[in-house]
């Protein structure tokens, strides 16, 4: 099939169901009492459109300045170590203004004029692991703009200091996480299997500094575009996310209860390293002191391999669920948006255990201000962003309200 004829395809695919008529403002979680095995839609390994930097000073920089190369920590090093020097970045909204600056850079704006969605990582790592979510629920807010669903984290002043607000402990395990970061990276490439060099340190933590990337991928027949913060590249940065590397700490296992929380994260591990490609993620077990016990390494494609094999999850479950949930949003969103002249702004509630609710925010309403909090936006999209790609009406629009 030559390309036009494919897109055509595809379009009359995502705009069936009588382009979203029918389509209820529920999404059902799957149901885990049926074994029949699931065929998961494919899913295109990522491939990596540019990275970008955020220096101390919050400024964004077409650059790999922030990037960093992994090498072997030190064993029984402190975690806390300059903790009281540690700049903390402040709790922030999740916009995604960052990711629409690099839309329109001249390597990715192809590939955005034909996404189908834009979102962070993370929020993606959300939808396809709610099936085995039983804690948290979450909120996002989305818009369709274009033929191009946007979709952001949904964060309110109250849970924002709430964050800033964590107690002395969930602070400090939270520090550990990124003083491990600093153990493991160094601004050079190392010699493979080299040695820990004098204590390891990287020195002090600055929560400002990342290194980001932007990758294309497709989940059945939905062009996604993400972007995500990379923790570092083993020996060399190739281009694309084979040589990425996942950093992460957990309680050395001791018992029972500590093997199955190290299993119960092992979901999340999967998500976040699989959709972004990143192909080996090292976990850094830690003693209840705060040391650094043992380092272990594990290939991304192993973790539903041993998920499966404990009947813990089911990576191919992950992988449908994200693909209805995009698909229905899609075609829920065209349907609605193609009725109204003004954008429309998009709740997307998930309760544990039952589903994902959808609701329009009705204009001049808190609940919608909220969602721009004042800033100089259309919905959550930065006025700028959004006047470059709404589509053009004209005169005849005549059935827009």
Not at 247 to 270: A, C, E, G, H, P
Not at 376 to 390: A, K
Request: glycine content about 6%; aromatic content about 10%.
């Amino acid at each position: 099939m030559d390309p036009a004829a494919a897109e055509a395809a595809r379009q009359a695919w995502l705009e069936a169901g009588l382009d979203g008529y029918d389509l209820p403002d529920f999404i059902p979680l799957p149901s885990m009492d049926d074994q029949e095995p699931v065929e998961p839609p494919l899913f295109q390994r990522p491939l990596a459109l540019l990275t970008f930097s955020y220096t101390p000073e919050r400024k964004l920089v077409w650059n790999n300045s922030a990037m960093k190369f992994y090498k072997n920590p030190p064993l029984n090093a402190p975690l806390d170590r300059d903790y009281d020097k540690w700049i903390k970045r402040p709790e922030e909204r999740g916009r995604l203004d960052g990711l629409l600056r690099a839309l329109r850079r001249k390597a990715v704006r192809p590939e955005a004029s034909r996404a189908d969605v834009v979102t962070w990582r993370g929020i993606m790592t959300k939808i396809i692991t709610a099936p085995y979510e039983t804690r948290e629920g979450w909120d996002l807010n989305a818009m369709f703009v274009n033929d191009c669903l946007y979709i952001e984290e949904h964060s309110t002043d109250a849970k924002l200091q709430e964050k800033e607000n964590m107690t002395p402990q969930h602070r400090l395990m939270s520090y550990y996480g990124y003083a491990f970061e600093s153990y493991c990276t160094t601004d050079q490439p190392l010699r493979p299997n080299s040695p820990p060099q004098g204590d390891g340190w990287g020195g002090p933590v600055d929560t400002n500094v990342q290194w980001c990337s932007v990758v294309k991928t497709k989940l059945g027949n939905l062009r996604i575009i993400m972007g995500a913060e990379v923790d570092c590249v083993r020996e060399k940065f190739t281009g694309q996310p084979d040589t990425f590397v996942e950093l992460k700490t957990s309680q050395v296992i001791r018992n029972q209860r500590d093997d199955q929380r190290f299993r119960s994260k092992m979901l999340k591990y999967w998500a976040q390293s699989y959709l972004l490609g990143i192909p080996e993620v090292v976990v850094g077990f830690r003693t209840p002191e705060g040391r650094i016990a043992n380092v272990q390494s594990f290939q991304t494609l192993d973790f539903p391999k041993i998920a499966k094999e404990r009947g813990d999850w089911d990576g191919g479950v992950c992988l449908e669920f994200g693909f209805q949930v995009l698909t229905h949003i899609l075609r829920f969103t065209r349907f609605r948006q193609k009725h109204f002249k003004d954008p429309i702004v998009w709740r997307i509630n998930f309760q544990p255990g039952v589903g994902i609710t959808l609701k329009p925010l009705s204009l001049d309403t808190p609940e919608c201000d909220e969602v721009a909090n004042g800033e100089d936006r259309e919905g959550f999209l930065p006025n700028s962003y959004y006047d470059h790609i709404r589509p053009q009406t004209s005169e005849s629009d005549s059935e827009m309200e």
